[in-house]
């Protein structure tokens, strides 16, 4: 699913931020109507962002096993094709996602640093292990510290292992929150003028 700026074709000489957003597990399969139920998506029905907002669909898979993680080289073929076909801005590239995409987020990130300028993984969590190659990409995680679905130490694992290798990283844990804290981080203008003021750290080159 795919969202342009309402500007795209106004302003031809502009280069656009594109976000990348992972969805959650309740959203796999085949319809693309379900990627619209939560997150930025959901938000683009409603309100024209100022960057271009790609957001895949993790197929359901065999046995409902399907995760981001079994799809990362696919993932970012897809946004390769987009910077070849799309007017993006190479530095702000951005990815998030909630739950499944929080996982989702932090693996694709892991395995290509290179490529984004920033990340925002909400009630995610995953492995620690290379976690060092995200220390020169800005991270703002979120969490809500009453999530029966997703432990809120899952976070708090990646977190402080990324801030013990020199990372850039600060958590937002919402006391009164369950499973969903995307509602919350979505809702908040303080969340994209964080992610849209990052750039990718000069040295980092695009392979």
Not at 7 to 28: I, S, T
Not at 39 to 53: H, M, S, T, V
Not at 123 to 130: D, I, L, P, Q
């Amino acid at each position: 699913m795919l969202s342009i700026p309402d500007d795209y074709n106004q302003k031809a000489n502009m280069d656009y931020p594109l976000v990348l957003f992972l969805h959650g597990m309740g959203e796999r399969g085949s319809d693309l109507n379900a990627v619209k139920a939560n997150g930025l998506p959901k938000l683009a029905e409603e309100q024209n962002f100022p960057f271009i907002l790609v957001s895949p669909q993790c197929p359901l898979g065999v046995e409902r096993y399907s995760t981001w993680l079994l799809h990362i080289d696919s993932i970012y073929a897809l946004l390769e094709d987009l910077i070849t076909q799309y007017r993006v801005d190479e530095d702000r590239i951005y990815v998030t996602g909630l739950s499944m995409g929080g996982y989702g987020t932090w693996e694709i990130a892991k395995q290509h640093p290179e490529k984004f300028a920033a990340m925002a993984p909400i009630c995610g969590g995953g492995s620690v292990e290379h976690l060092e190659r995200l220390k020169d990409v800005p991270v703002w995680a979120f969490h809500g510290a009453k999530d029966d679905v997703v432990p809120m130490e899952e976070s708090q694992v990646m977190v402080e292992a990324l801030r013990s290798a020199g990372g850039n990283v600060k958590l937002t844990i919402y006391p009164e929150a369950t499973h969903d804290s995307w509602t919350e981080t979505y809702n908040d203008p303080a969340f994209y003028t964080w992610l849209l003021n990052q750039k990718r750290a000069k040295g980092r080159i695009i392979k």
